[in-house]
């Protein structure tokens, strides 16, 4: 099965939460329908247009959600990066989970299926591109250790 088919399987499993969303994700069909890249190939933005995986760690405790400060973007955001060529999303929350936090990814609040996703044009030291980023919730306690990526963040909170 093609990567594309499967975004899109993941896309078309989403319910919308609001109508943002909902508009969103009526627009990725044919986005993956019309191009023939949906993933990153160079830095920052070939294809202008490409696939994300954001991971919100929670803590199941007390619902509360860890940020990093992050270098490029310049604010306070859950961590997440671009699915490489032919990686599906969750892979790529798992890896990611792994290269800026340092722990293995733990999906057992809400399973490991995007719960939303969001079309965004990224800020930044570069000029900007466009994220279609699918969001997974991993979860971790505040006494996590977490050892973060230094080439991507300047700190991190709760």
């Known amino acids: 099965m093609e990567?594309?088919?499967?975004?899109?399987?993941?896309?078309?499993?989403?319910?919308?939460l609001d109508d943002l969303e909902g508009d969103n994700r009526a627009?990725?069909?044919s986005w993956i329908a019309g191009t023939h890249d949906i993933f990153r190939r160079a830095k920052p933005a070939t294809p202008p247009r490409h696939l994300v995986s954001?991971?919100?760690?929670?803590?199941?405790?007390?619902?509360?959600?860890?940020?990093v400060d992050h270098i490029n973007a310049g604010?306070?955001?859950?961590?997440?990066?671009?699915?490489?060529?032919?990686?599906?999303p969750a892979e790529t929350a798992r890896r990611e989970t792994r290269e800026e936090h340092g722990v293995d990814a733990d999906f057992d609040i809400v399973g490991s299926e995007p719960i939303f996703?969001?079309?965004?044009?990224t800020v930044g030291v570069?000029?900007?591109?466009?994220?279609?980023?699918l969001w997974y919730v991993v979860a971790a306690h505040r006494d996590t250790e977490f050892t973060?990526?230094?080439?991507?963040?300047?700190?991190?909170?709760?």
């Not at 973060?148 to 709760?158: F, M, Q, S």
């Open 75 to 88: 604010l306070w955001l859950p961590t997440g990066g671009h699915v490489e060529p032919g990686e599906h």
């Open 27 to 29: 627009d990725i069909p």
């Open 54 to 67: 954001y991971i919100v760690v929670v803590d199941p405790t007390d619902l509360s959600v860890f940020l």
């Open 126 to 133: 570069d000029n900007g591109h466009v994220d279609v980023s």
């Open 3 to 16: 990567p594309a088919v499967r975004v899109d399987d993941l896309v078309s499993a989403l319910r919308p």
């Open 117 to 121: 996703l969001t079309v965004t044009t």
């Open 148 to 158: 973060l990526d230094p080439d991507e963040c300047r700190g991190a909170r709760w």
